[in-house]
């Protein structure tokens, strides 16, 4: 990964492919998608869908708005504790 991949923001389904090419997996997890809904788009207020992502190591969140929209934002969601 470098900063050039960063200069634009690629479609979902480009970013997708890019996370499944670097060993991320999905995954669900109900508390983050309790905690995301209710939020809407910022470009057309409808409810995006949350799409959770892993490695093993680290648990990415997106929330992915419509086709027709193509909005997509990230955030690093809770992973479980490694504490005994």
Do not use: H
Request: one cysteine or more; glycine letters at 6%.
């Amino acid at each position: 990964m470098d900063l050039q991949e960063f200069r634009t923001k690629p479609t979902w389904d480009a970013y997708e492919q890019s996370l499944l090419k670097r060993d991320y997996v999905p995954y669900w997890d109900r508390e983050v998608q309790a905690n995301v809904s209710g939020i809407a788009c910022c470009s057309c207020r409808k409810a995006p869908a949350y799409v959770g992502m892993t490695n093993g190591t680290t648990a990415l969140g997106f929330l992915v708005c419509v086709p027709d929209c193509g909005e997509w934002l990230w955030f690093v969601a809770r992973t479980a504790s490694t504490r005994p």
